[in-house]
């Protein structure tokens, strides 16, 4: 049973850079899966931020994809988000989340495991 | 964007009684290469993250009680609970991955009444 940790500061200046990493136990980070980020604030509900493979390729949601970006780190069993020039629309809890690989070859497939995820607020 | 819309925003019902929660988007999400609709329901309950009930829009995860049941086809979809539970208070969301960004609805609030 795979099992996703998030970690990193809870506080992050405005105009500053969040960072977080998703620890990954259970399971390796190169078996397969698309490793995603998920952000949950009050005002916009469940927004999916991006995801990456163990290969390196990533996806991103283009509403944020000037400021994000998505590394792994194999050697860790980890990986982790970057979000650049942060405001308080970024305050949210943020999630890490496990997407297996559609078994059909087309399309994508839904969040199979998820982290307890972690309250980042940007305040000053 | 795919856009999915869920009605309605809260629910109550009372213990024993079925639900109904209905998730629209705004474009189709079945590949007629495959006969999928890329379609999954998740509940969150307070301080949890969200869980996975049901995907592909109407197979259940492995554990979930079978009194949750998926349907629906192209862009409307429901999820069904036959008899509510007191464990069933939660808020309910359906998400598309039919293509990337993937989406969100708003949440549907369920309430014991």
């Known amino acids: 049973q795979v099992q996703l940790q998030e970690s990193g500061p809870g506080l992050v200046n405005p105009s500053g850079t969040l960072s977080l990493t998703c620890a990954v136990s259970g399971g390796s980070l190169s078996s397969g899966n698309w490793w995603s980020w998920v952000r949950q604030s009050p005002g916009k509900g469940l927004e999916w931020i991006g995801e990456?493979?163990?290969?390196?390729?990533?996806?991103?949601n283009p509403s944020l994809k000037s400021r994000v970006s998505i590394s792994v780190d194999k050697s860790k069993n980890q990986f982790s988000l970057r979000l650049t020039s942060v405001t308080a629309a970024d305050t949210a809890v943020y999630y890490c989340?496990?997407?297996?690989?559609?078994?059909f070859g087309v399309g994508y497939s839904h969040f199979d495991s998820w982290g307890q995820g972690t309250l980042v607020t940007v305040s000053s | 964007d795919f856009v999915m819309t869920q009605s309605p925003e809260s629910l109550a019902v009372s213990l024993g009684e079925g639900a109904t929660i209905n998730c629209k988007s705004s474009q189709s999400v079945f590949y007629s290469s495959n006969n999928k609709n890329y379609l999954a329901w998740y509940q969150q309950k307070p301080g949890q993250p969200p869980k996975v009930l049901i995907y592909?829009?109407?197979t259940r995860e492995s554990g979930v009680p079978d009194r949750f049941s998926g349907s629906g086809s192209g862009t409307d979809f429901t999820l069904t609970i036959s008899s509510l539970q007191a464990e069933d208070v939660a808020v309910y969301y359906c998400q598309q991955y039919y293509t990337t960004p993937f989406t969100f609805g708003q949440g549907t609030r369920l309430e014991i009444k």
């Open positions: 989340a496990r997407r297996p690989i559609s078994v």
């Open positions: 990456i493979f163990d290969s390196g390729r990533s996806n991103y």
């Open positions: 592909w829009a109407s």
